[in-house]
């Protein structure tokens, strides 16, 4: 009987202090990242800058100016109705499929990150001469 006890005992400080290990050695903000929320996002317009990097791509306009949001480009983005982002120019409209990556710092503040997943061509660009025509009408 005593022997039973000693061994349970035993074994009851041998998992609380792995329990307590373990979780000595989780990387710090692990807890912020457990809470950590993702969305799926989109966004849809005329592609403003484009780089081997980055995209921009311009989703409002109005009398003040444009609106627009600025991208990096994965290496693994998937790419709809191109055969590679190469094929896509600036003007073109695309549709930007995102992931919304939001989370509480150590510090109790909200950060988030876009992290692009799939960019969609939709259509060309029209045509330069054709933009020149419609400003002189």
Excluded: H
Excluded at 7 to 20: E, K, P, Q, V
């Amino acid at each position: 009987m005593n022997f039973k006890m000693i061994l349970g005992f035993f074994c009851l400080t041998l998992l609380i202090f792995n329990s307590s290990f373990l979780e000595a050695k989780e990387e710090p903000g692990a807890a912020n990242k457990k809470s950590a929320m993702a969305n799926l996002k989109s966004v849809k317009g005329q592609v403003g800058i484009l780089r081997s990097k980055y995209i921009e791509i311009e989703y409002a306009q109005d009398k003040d100016g444009a609106y627009s949001m600025v991208f990096p480009i994965p290496k693994d983005i998937e790419i709809q109705n191109k055969k590679s982002i190469d094929e896509i120019q600036q003007g073109d409209t695309v549709e930007l499929i995102y992931e919304e990556r939001t989370w509480l710092t150590e510090d109790g503040e909200e950060k988030s990150e876009a992290v692009p997943k799939k960019i969609r061509f939709v259509s060309a660009a029209p045509p330069q001469n054709q933009l020149i025509s419609e400003e002189t009408e």
